[in-house]
Each structure stands twice: as structure tokens, then as C-alpha cells.
């Protein structure tokens, strides 16, 4: 059974639409609503869909429908477009009949993956005390902030902000990670702080313009070195009031650009009380301004990942305490920060909230920030650029059209 753009069903399948649209169709009248229609996809489907994903239904439905209702042909158009844009076919799935070994796909995966290796660039964003190198130690477990491997001291603060990156590979039971750290010195320590975002927006730009520029080549590398930023860690003072406008200003102006995480630093000045607090006015006001922080809502693609995403998002920002100094608990060696009035110890739950950062960091997120990097931010930033390009250079002839001069 065919489709538009020469997408064929299967005999089973178009069955299976039959069945399910007759079903929806209680009172036989050869036509369903068309606001049910997204429903009915997941349940043809077997998996919940993301709001996005029940949007571009609920419109290509729309824009077939008839008076509000919606006829057996023109839902299964919509159901041949949808099934191009996902491999979850739930009741349309071909039974196999026997052994394949489409399941070693997932092993060849890793394999090639793990020879290449793989890449993550952090940024760290905030003023001079805020224990920005501390923490990226804290997280990796090693001295690779910029100062602690090149024993740089403070000194003086810098008239403008700077960009410094230093680069490690570190590995941990045969995964080899490239791991990028960039520090923002003297970010906010001036009088007059107007603008200071523009040169930490500009290398973030500057970063996606490189990858462009390898993508169009001609002969491009068969790998290009992902040099894009992929978190940028932004450090509130934990003042137990609210947010700076240098905060939301900076957030405003980046949070378009790259997945932002915002976090309180020092979080051990505060009692438990005025941490509560202060977390509760910081999500105020960057709802209030209308800024978007990783994980953003819109980007959920089904109920699980966004059950998941949700209880991240009430935590947030995250109160973190960071030490790479170690000490002796019951015979247990923990980082933590020794007080007058006891040990903070950074990895305990209980005592500040650095486990649930380093938990979506490294061990349940990286890739996923990896993804939002490539399909959400830099998309934009290319679909900008090329349709500028095209803009100075004039409409491109189609394929069939192009001579041998221009081949």
C-alpha cells in the first residue's frame, strides 16, 4: 500500500491503520476528530511522544482535515509522515522470523566509538573567589583547571575579560575522554561591568564558525575536532538575596547560544534555611526574565526523560561545595571543606548538592548536552550563516541543472 513520496506500507501495517481508525471511530462515520489524532499516533506508536512531536502531529493533521474531522486517507498520510521521523513503529514493527543480529549494532557502536574517543568542552563563568578551578578539579578528580596545571596565581584582576582553554585526555577503564576547560578571568570584577559578555559570546560564536567552516569544506576530515562549547557552568555569589543584574543579563544574552547550568558557589556560607530561600527567588527571576537553562522543558521527548529532567530542573540551581582536599570519615577517604564546626563532605547529598551536578555532567547528560550542542544551538547559529551566505551570493541552480564547470 503506497503513500505519498513513494513511502509504502506493508499489507499488516495499512491492516493495523485500519483497525486502529476504526476503533477511533466509535460512531462509524468513516471520520475521526482531528484533535484525537495525536493521541491515536501514540497509541499506534507504543511510546509516548514529546509535546514537539504531538504539535507537528496535531498541524499536519490540520492541515489535512476536513471541517475539524479527518478521513481514513488523510490519516494515513499523516501517519506515513510521521513513521519518516522515527524508528519507535510500535504495532507496525515487522516480526522477524528468525536471528538476524541487527542487536550487535550496539556493540560495533561502542567499539568504534571507544577507539575514537570522545570530546567535551566546559566553560566556566563567574567572578574571581567563586572556586571555579576547585570545582572543575572537584568534578574530574584531577588538577586540570587552567591555574592548577599551569600554577597561575590570582594576581591582578584583569582589565578585560579574558578567554583561556587548557586541554587534557583523561581516561577511566579504556574510555579516553578530550576533555576542554575554558576560564572566563575577569569576568564581572570590573567597576564598570557593561558588555562584558561579548567577548565570551564571541568565542563561543568563534567555535561554531570553525566546525562550519571544516563541515562545508570541500575536503573536510573524515573526523572533525568538536572544539564547540558544550555546558557553560555560570557561578551566582551566594549573596542570599537574589540575582545580580549582571546574572540575568549575562544569562539573557547566552542562554540562545549554549546550554547554560546555573549553580550557587560557596554554598556552605549559607545556612540550610537561606539556601532554600535563595534557590527558590534565583528560579523566580530567571523565570520572571524568560531564561532557559539546561534541561530545557521544550526539548523533553518523552514521559520518562522528562520525569527525569523535571526533578533536575526543581533542584536547580545547584548548591555546591567544592574541595579536592581529602580527609579520613570511618576509615573512609571524602573530599570535603574542614570547618570550626565540623567536616563538609562535597559527595555527601546531605551537605550540599555537587552529586547531582557531577551525576548530570558526566554520568547521565554528557551526551545528551553533546546532542543540544549540535542540533539545537549550533543548527542555529549555521542555518544563520548560510542563509546570510546565500543572501550575498545569489540563489544556488538545481543539481540537474549544474554544468560540468560547476561540478
Given at each position: 500500500?503506497?503513500?505519498q513520496?513513494?513511502?509504502?506500507l506493508s499489507?499488516?501495517?495499512?491492516?493495523?491503520?485500519?483497525?486502529?481508525?476504526?476503533?477511533?471511530?466509535?460512531?462509524?462515520r468513516?471520520?475521526?476528530?482531528?484533535q484525537?489524532v495525536p493521541?491515536?499516533v501514540?497509541?499506534?506508536?507504543?511510546?509516548?511522544l514529546a509535546?514537539?512531536?504531538?504539535?507537528?502531529?496535531?498541524?499536519?493533521?490540520?492541515?489535512?482535515?476536513?471541517?475539524?474531522?479527518?478521513?481514513f486517507?488523510?490519516?494515513?498520510e499523516?501517519?506515513?509522515?510521521?513513521l519518516?521521523?522515527?524508528?519507535?513503529?510500535?504495532?507496525?514493527t515487522?516480526?522477524?522470523?528468525?536471528y538476524?543480529?541487527?542487536?550487535?549494532?550496539?556493540?560495533?557502536?561502542?567499539?568504534?566509538?571507544?577507539?575514537?574517543?570522545?570530546?567535551?568542552h566546559?566553560?566556566?563563568?563567574?567572578?574571581s573567589?567563586?572556586?571555579?578551578?576547585?570545582?572543575v578539579?572537584t568534578?574530574?578528580?584531577?588538577?586540570?583547571?587552567?591555574?592548577?596545571?599551569?600554577?597561575?596565581?590570582?594576581?591582578?584582576?584583569?582589565?578585560?575579560?579574558?578567554i583561556?582553554?587548557?586541554?587534557?585526555?583523561?581516561?577511566?577503564k579504556g574510555?579516553?575522554?578530550?576533555?576542554?576547560?575554558?576560564d572566563?578571568?575577569?569576568?564581572?570584577?570590573?567597576?564598570?561591568?557593561?558588555?562584558?559578555?561579548?567577548?565570551?559570546?564571541?568565542?563561543?560564536?568563534?567555535q561554531?564558525?570553525?566546525?562550519?567552516?571544516?563541515?562545508?569544506n570541500v575536503?573536510?576530515?573524515?573526523?572533525?575536532?568538536?572544539?564547540?562549547v558544550?555546558?557553560?557552568?555560570?557561578?551566582?555569589s551566594?549573596t542570599?538575596?537574589?540575582?545580580?543584574?549582571?546574572d540575568?543579563?549575562?544569562?539573557?544574552?547566552l542562554?540562545?547560544?549554549v546550554?547554560?547550568?546555573?549553580?550557587?558557589?560557596?554554598?556552605?556560607?549559607?545556612?540550610?534555611?537561606?539556601?532554600?530561600?535563595f534557590?527558590?527567588?534565583?528560579r523566580?527571576d530567571?523565570?520572571?526574565?524568560?531564561?532557559?537553562?539546561?534541561?530545557?522543558?521544550?526539548?523533553?521527548?518523552?514521559?520518562?526523560?522528562?520525569?527525569?529532567?523535571?526533578?533536575?530542573r526543581?533542584?536547580?540551581?545547584?548548591?555546591?561545595?567544592?574541595?579536592?582536599?581529602?580527609?579520613?570519615?570511618?576509615?573512609?577517604?571524602?573530599?570535603?571543606?574542614?570547618?570550626?564546626?565540623?567536616?563538609?563532605?562535597?559527595?555527601?547529598?546531605?551537605?550540599?548538592?555537587?552529586?547531582?551536578?557531577r551525576?548530570?555532567?558526566i554520568?547521565?547528560?554528557?551526551?545528551?548536552?553533546?546532542?543540544?550542542?549540535?542540533?539545537?544551538?549550533?543548527?542555529?547559529?549555521?542555518?544563520?550563516?548560510?542563509?546570510?551566505?546565500?543572501?550575498?551570493?545569489?540563489p544556488?541552480?538545481?543539481?540537474?541543472?549544474?554544468?560540468?564547470?560547476?561540478?
Open positions: 500500500m503506497s503513500s513520496q513513494g513511502f509504502t499489507g499488516k501495517q495499512f491492516e493495523a491503520l485500519c483497525a486502529a481508525f476504526e476503533a477511533a471511530d466509535a460512531q462509524k468513516g471520520s475521526i476528530d482531528v484525537i493521541k491515536l501514540q497509541d499506534v506508536l507504543g511510546s509516548s509535546p514537539s512531536e504531538k504539535d507537528a502531529i496535531r498541524l499536519r493533521a490540520e492541515s489535512k482535515a476536513k471541517k475539524g474531522v479527518l478521513y486517507a488523510d490519516f494515513v499523516v501517519m506515513s509522515e510521521t519518516q521521523t522515527t524508528t519507535q513503529w510500535g504495532k507496525l515487522t516480526t522477524l522470523s528468525g538476524v543480529g541487527i542487536d550487535t549494532l550496539q556493540e560495533q557502536m561502542r567499539k568504534k566509538a571507544l577507539k575514537r574517543g570522545f570530546e567535551f566546559i566553560m566556566v563563568v563567574g567572578g573567589g567563586l572556586g571555579k578551578s576547585t570545582l578539579n568534578l574530574f578528580k584531577a588538577q586540570i583547571s587552567r591555574r592548577s596545571c599551569t600554577n597561575e596565581t590570582e594576581g591582578t584582576i584583569p582589565k578585560t575579560v579574558q583561556k582553554s587548557v586541554s587534557h585526555v583523561i581516561e577511566e574510555v579516553r575522554l578530550k576533555l576542554t576547560v575554558t572566563t578571568p575577569g569576568f564581572g570584577d570590573q567597576i564598570n561591568n557593561e558588555n562584558c559578555w561579548l567577548p565570551i559570546l564571541e568565542f563561543i560564536n568563534d561554531y564558525e570553525k566546525y562550519l567552516s571544516e563541515e562545508v575536503s573536510r576530515k573524515k573526523h572533525i575536532p568538536d572544539t564547540r558544550h555546558v557553560c557552568l555560570y557561578f551566582i551566594p542570599g538575596h537574589s540575582c545580580r543584574p549582571l540575568l543579563e549575562f544569562m539573557k544574552r542562554d540562545k547560544v546550554n547554560i547550568v546555573p549553580i550557587i558557589a560557596k554554598a556552605d556560607t549559607l545556612t540550610l534555611e537561606e539556601r532554600y530561600a534557590k527558590k527567588r534565583v523566580e530567571l523565570e520572571f526574565h524568560g531564561i532557559q537553562f539546561y534541561p530545557m522543558k521544550s526539548l523533553d521527548e518523552d514521559e520518562e526523560e522528562t520525569a527525569i529532567n523535571q526533578a533536575l526543581e533542584k536547580m540551581p545547584f548548591a555546591i561545595v567544592g574541595s579536592d582536599r581529602e580527609y579520613q570519615v570511618n576509615g573512609k577517604s571524602v573530599l570535603g571543606r574542614k570547618t570550626k564546626w565540623g567536616l563538609i563532605e562535597v559527595e555527601n547529598k546531605n551537605h550540599c548538592e555537587f552529586a547531582l551536578l551525576d548530570m555532567l554520568r547521565t547528560h554528557m551526551q545528551d548536552l553533546k546532542d543540544v550542542t549540535d542540533s539545537i544551538h549550533y543548527e542555529n547559529f549555521r542555518r544563520e550563516r548560510l542563509e546570510m551566505h546565500s543572501e550575498f551570493a545569489g544556488t541552480p538545481p543539481y540537474h541543472e549544474m554544468g560540468e564547470s560547476n561540478l
